[in-house]
Antibody
Framework: QVQLQESGPGLVKPSQTLSLTCTVS??????????WSWIRQPPGKGLEWIGY???????YYNPSLKSRVTISVDTSKNQFSLKLSSVTAADTAVYYC???????????WGQGTMVTVSS | QSALTQPASVSGSPGQSITISCTGT?????????VSWYQQHPGKAPKLMIY???NRPSGVPDRFSGSKSGNTASLTISGLQAEDEADYYC???????????FGGGTKLTVL
């Protein structure tokens, strides 16, 4: 059973870059069965899709964040990563990594990691 | 404002049935059979409950069912149980550059 685990700093200063990593266990990130995704949820609010990446490196981003987002994959470590630049308080959220199936659904989620943007 | 519209809250008594609607457009819900539903308990990650409009992943009780008519998708929970109290989000593929949209979420209260 595939499991996902997010890791990274819980506090980022305004204007800096948020960096998170998602480690995939119980399966290969290169299997081709999934796109690997990032989703966020501001406190008390709904879900927002950030983007996803295929093991080959093809990426798809939410246009509202595209200018600031980079998602990359490291198949040797079975990990994929998120970088969000020029962060503001509006980027404060729980960040989830998730697998995205060919049925266009997020079927496996990490537990989520809270990232606060504050000086 | 979310791309998909859900009621902010619904409620029901144990044993009853409730339905949560999710309204979009012909560019998302109405145009594709890629509607999914997620259950989220407080402090927890969302859990996939329905995919491709009406399919249940393994392990999801058959009390949960999904359907679609035109630009509106629906999640029905029958035989409500206390553990069903949670937030529910719909999501759809969209032909717009956004690719993936969520509803604003619906808080289900089991009375």
């Amino acid at each position: 059973q595939v499991q996902l685990q997010e890791s990274g700093p819980g506090l980022v200063k305004p204007s800096q870059t948020l960096s998170l990593t998602c480690t995939v266990s119980g399966g290969s990130i290169s299997s081709g069965d999934y796109y690997w995704s990032w989703i966020r949820q501001p406190p008390g609010k709904g879900l927002e899709w950030i983007g996803y990446i295929y093991y080959s490196g093809s990426t798809y981003y939410n246009p509202s964040l595209k200018s600031r987002v980079t998602i990359s994959v490291d198949t040797s470590k079975n990990q994929f990563s998120l970088k969000l630049s020029s962060v503001t308080a509006a980027d404060t959220a729980v960040y989830y990594c998730a697998s995205f199936t060919m049925s266009r659904a997020f079927d496996i989620w990490g537990q989520g990691t809270m990232v606060t943007v504050s000086s | 404002q979310s791309a998909l519209t859900q009621p902010a809250s619904v409620s029901g008594s144990p044993g009853q049935s409730i339905t949560i609607s999710c309204t979009g457009t012909s560019s998302d819900v109405g145009g594709y059979n890629y509607v999914s539903w997620y259950q989220q308990h407080p402090g927890k990650a969302p859990k996939l409950m329905i995919y491709e409009v009406s399919n249940r992943p393994s392990g999801v009780p058959d009390r949960f069912s999904g359907s679609k008519s035109g630009n509106t998708a629906s999640l029905t929970i029958s035989g409500l149980q206390a553990e069903d109290e949670a937030d529910y989000y719909c999501s759809s593929y969209t032909s717009s550059s956004t690719l993936k949209v969520f509803g604003g979420g619906t808080k289900l209260t089991v009375l």
